[in-house]
Every structure is written in structure tokens, then in C-alpha cells.
């Protein structure tokens, strides 16, 4: 998350939640941003959740029992929760062991479900989450990360958003515009290959998913 008066454009790659930085896989973050004071930068259990605090206005937590991202404050204004639903891999790991160290400046949250390793990081004065997933095998059939944003935060005013179609001609979840074009909430007008962020601002407020590697996110 960071602050923005417009809807900028991110020039980095990767995959993040909060307001600066790339990491390497994937990471969870809004716009990049300068590095802010860390006065308050640690992490706490509030007995369901590790609740870390990046020392940039962002706050986050991750559940213990299953690795769910369970809230995401920036500034006081909660983020996370569309449907009262939690953001997480696919629709939800299970049970999992979730564990926190902090060294340094960073801290890190590590999930293990099976074979497959899902972390979170923060970094000391950087309002941005960075994510990334790990699977040994295929024993863990998908590994999409769903982000829920609050509706009505960000305005959903893409000419390419598939609310923009409004007849459904397949399964579902792909749809028709009065032009014939078909959108689908699962694709965007870009291939997946080619898109580096997502992501918009408002109320000087900017929240991006930012990719990295092509090749492994």
C-alpha cells in the first residue's frame, strides 16, 4: 500500500501487496514507495494470528492455523476481507503449521501444507508484503493467490473487466459484450506472460500485485 494521487503505473516486476518493492517468486504489495521510519516494525500473537507491524503504516496478519492473509490495515483502514472472506492460495490451504522468525530488518512467516512452502515477508519501513509460493511435487494440484479487496475501496472501471459483459455464454465465468468480445473473470486482455502488476489507486491510496520471475511466478 503506499500513497498515490494517480493511477500509477509500477515499473518493477514482481509480486507484492503493501506500497514498494520486487521480490524474487512472489509478493503481496501496493505501489512502490520510499522507505518510511520503522519505529514500530516487529511482530506480535494475538493467539490466532502473528500480527506484523512493517513500521511503514501498514499492519498485517496471517492466520496460524492455515497461512490465510487475515487483515491488511494501512492507515487505519482495513483492506482485506471481500465477502468477509480471508486472501489465500486457492480457496484456503487447510490446516497448516505457520511459523514467524524475524532477523534483522525482516520478518518472515512460513506455511507448510504437505509438500508445499508459502511464505509472507516484511521488510523494516517498506509498506509491502512480499509473497511467494514453493511446491515440491504435484501433490498440491494449483497454487493461485487470491487477494480479497473490500468492495467499494478502489474503483472497478476497466473497459477489460469482465462485469463489463454481461451474458454469460460458458460455465459460468466467461461472458459477452453487445460486440461479440468475451470476457472471463479468470483472463484480462493481457496473456498471463505478459503482465508485470495489477493493481489501482484512490483517495491517495495505491494497492498493487506486483509479479517477478515470469518463468517461476
Known amino acids: 500500500m503506499s500513497q498515490a494521487t494517480d493511477q500509477e503505473a509500477l515499473g518493477r516486476r514482481g509480486f507484492v501487496l503493501g506500497t514498494a518493492a520486487a521480490a524474487a517468486g512472489a509478493a503481496l504489495a501496493g505501489p512502490l514507495a520510499g522507505t ?3 519505529a514500530a516494525f516487529g511482530w506480535s500473537d494475538d493467539g490466532t494470528h502473528y ?3 512493517t513500521g511503514a503504516n501498514l499492519v498485517f496478519k496471517v492466520r496460524k492455523s ?3 492473509l487475515a487483515s491488511l490495515v494501512y492507515r487505519g483502514t482495513e483492506y482485506q476481507g471481500y ?3 480471508n486472501s489465500h492460495i486457492e480457496s484456503g490451504l487447510g490446516s497448516s503449521t505457520v511459523t514467524i522468525r524475524q532477523s534483522g530488518s525482516t520478518i518472515l512467516v512460513s506455511v507448510t501444507y504437505g509438500t508445499l512452502r508459502h511464505y509472507y515477508a516484511a521488510r523494516s519501513g517498506e ?3 512480499y509473497l511467494w509460493t514453493n511446491k515440491a511435487d504435484t501433490s498440491v494440484s494449483a ?3 487470491i487477494l480479497r479487496v473490500k468492495a467499494g475501496l478502489f474503483l472497478n472501471d476497466a473497459p477489460d ?3 463489463y459483459a454481461p451474458t454469460t455464454i460458458e460455465a459460468s465465468d466467461v461472458f459477452r459484450k ?3 468480445q468475451t470476457r472471463s473473470k479468470h483472463f484480462s486482455k493481457l496473456r498471463v506472460i505478459d503482465y508485470d502488476y495489477v493493481g489501482w489507486s484512490a483517495n491517495g491510496v495505491g494497492l498493487w500485485v506486483v509479479r517477478s520471475n515470469h518463468e517461476k511466478a
Do not use: C, E, L
Open 51 to 53: 500480527v506484523v507491524d
Open 178 to 180: 453487445s460486440d461479440g
Open 127 to 129: 509498506n509491502n508484503i
Open 66 to 68: 492455515n497461512g490465510d
Open 161 to 163: 473487466s469482465y462485469t
Open 143 to 145: 497454487t493461485r493467490f
Open 36 to 38: 518510511a521510519h520503522a
Open 83 to 85: 465477502g468477509g472472506m
